[in-house]
């Protein structure tokens, strides 16, 4: 069962408006843990943002911000004001806290494209 | 500090080939973990290692192999390579209690022929 989705496909948006990518997860444990990471064109995976199940705080770090529900089960996030740079394919992933079970559950991913 | 560095960044290997990939984690990491990316499957979870052990394998057929040594560097092997291989493959290094966060290399690309 797939246990993160990410619907969005692809976004296209012009240099300094937002953007906001979708994720929605499924588990049934309590503790567990969500990332966001980028992927840009060279392939490597940039940590971007991780928040416990225990934290629904919502915090903006720089240009970035997220929105953690566990009432709906969803981790979404945003960039603010785009630029360029922000083109690349974003994950959102879960790893659950289950003894030795350590791993990430990825989504299928978000391709962002900034336009200038 | 350094980070992941994953060695070689392109192979190309023909199908029944078979192909070692390398992985040295960042300096006090012990856990090292590999990820296939494919434009069908996505990222899926190959195996995870910790102190020369494997903790965690995903599901993949018994071609897909590791191992860690005690330097924590880790090598991923595919014996008979088939055409369906061709793949990024990530490794990703983390602590030993993985969900504080993963490190990332670059990736080696594998395509096969």
């Known amino acids: 069962a797939q246990k993160v989705t990410q619907a969005q496909t692809e976004i296209s948006v012009v240099e300094k408006e937002d953007v906001t990518l979708d994720c929605v997860y499924e588990?049934?444990?309590?503790?567990?843990?969500l990332f966001w990471y980028k992927q840009p064109p060279s392939g490597e995976l940039v940590f971007l943002i991780r928040?416990?199940?225990?934290?629904?705080q919502n915090e903006i770090s720089g240009r970035y911000s997220w929105n953690f529900q566990k009432s709906t089960s969803s981790f979404n996030f945003t960039i603010t004001a785009s630029q360029v740079v922000d083109s690349a394919v974003y994950f959102c992933?879960?790893?659950?806290?289950?003894?030795?079970?350590?791993?990430?559950?990825f989504g299928a991913g978000t391709t962002v494209t900034v336009r200038a | 500090k350094a980070g992941v560095t994953q060695t070689p960044r392109y192979l190309i290997k023909t199908r029944g080939q078979q192909v070692t990939l390398s992985c040295s984690p960042i300096?006090?990491?012990?856990?090292v973990s590999w990820y296939q990316q494919t434009p069908g499957q996505g990222l899926q979870f190959l195996f995870e290692?910790?102190?020369?052990?494997?903790?965690n394998k995903g599901n993949f057929p018994g071609r897909f192999s590791g191992r860690q040594f005690s330097n924590s560097r880790s090598e991923m092997n595919v014996s008979t390579l088939e055409l369906g291989d061709s793949a990024l493959y990530l490794c990703?290094?983390?602590?030993?209690?993985?969900?504080?966060?993963?490190?990332f290399g670059s990736g080696t690309r594998l395509t096969v022929v």
């Open positions: 990703a290094s983390s602590l030993p209690e993985g969900y504080y966060g993963y490190t």
């Open positions: 588990t049934r444990d309590t503790t567990y843990y």
């Open positions: 928040r416990n199940s225990f934290d629904e």
């Open positions: 992933a879960l790893s659950e806290a289950k003894g030795n079970d350590y791993k990430l559950s």
């Open positions: 300096s006090g990491h012990r856990s």
């Open positions: 290692y910790f102190s020369e052990t494997q903790r």
